[in-house]
């Protein structure tokens, strides 16, 4: 490996995340926090499960963004070219279109990604924090981080707040607790971002859709082509997909699907209103 490798943006946006999260786990074990009160107490099993969270929702931010979240390969391989014939003998209400940077013909929802400068399936959005893409693979990961990673910051807002002592003189108090001050605002700030983020990526995979396509349903082909979202199937089918895989299929088999009901449903409405 290159030396200059190691100063490339993913490299310095992970130890940073890394050398923070440490950081802040070591403030809030040095100041007199309620897990200084546990472990003079005796009883480790809460500071030991803090630690474990901790490790686990880093563990989960570098497999997000260390993984593959579904770039489109530009030389497809066998399973791929299978998958493409399966979708050419549907119906096509929209014709796929090449990319223009890689060149390769996009599946629906994928989207070029300039920062990657790969096409991504499912495209959702491209993540500065994990300096990679969100997509089809690492997306259901991305969600439980946000889940754990929130759950972490509460706990460590709370502990942070449990060393803040307010009665000592302003003077010592800066000195003693200043630093778990600033962290217990940090840490505010972060679980902040990390609430908005898990509720809107939660709002989104109810009702299946992506980042991308909720900001920029105006500049997409085959989402101006129909009133509502042409993937949503519920709430309960659109949970299962998206953390299961179930129920299977291509979004170009789930698009012919909906455009035959929805030809159907048409075709049936006339009738009815030369009835009346």
């Known amino acids: 490996m290159a030396p200059w490798a190691l100063l490339s943006p993913g490299v310095l946006v992970r130890t940073g995340h890394t050398v923070l999260t440490w950081g802040i786990t070591l403030v809030l074990f040095l100041h007199d926090t309620a897990l200084r009160q546990w472990e003079e107490q005796g009883e480790l099993l809460l500071p030991l499960t803090f630690l474990l969270l901790v490790l686990g929702s880093l563990l989960l931010y570098l497999a997000v963004s260390l993984m593959d979240p579904g770039y489109v390969n530009v030389q497809p391989q066998a399973q791929e070219e299978a998958k493409e014939e399966q979708t050419a003998m549907v119906p096509q209400a929209i014709p796929l279109r090449r990319c223009r940077h890689c060149l390769v013909l996009q599946p629906l929802r994928a989207r070029h990604c300039r920062e990657c400068r790969r096409c991504v399936r499912r495209y959702d959005h491209h993540c500065p924090w994990m300096e990679n893409c969100v997509g089809e693979r690492n997306h259901p990961l991305f969600v439980a981080y946000l889940a754990l990673q929130l759950a972490v910051l509460l706990w460590g807002l709370y502990l942070a707040w449990s060393g803040l002592h307010f009665f000592q003189p302003w003077g010592l108090w800066l000195r003693s607790s200043g630093l778990l001050c600033a962290t217990f605002l940090l840490l505010s700030l972060f679980s902040l971002v990390a609430g908005l983020l898990l509720a809107s990526h939660l709002y989104l995979v109810a009702s299946n859709t992506t980042t991308w396509e909720f900001l920029s349903s105006h500049r997409i082909a085959y989402l101006r082509q129909r009133p509502g979202n042409p993937f949503d199937r519920g709430l309960t ?29 048409s075709s049936q409405a006339v009738p009815q209103g030369r009835a009346e």
């Open 237 to 265: 089918r659109n949970l299962a997909h998206f953390f299961c895989g179930w129920p299977s299929g291509s979004w170009e088999t789930l698009w012919a699907e909906g455009e035959e009901d929805g030809e159907e449903g």
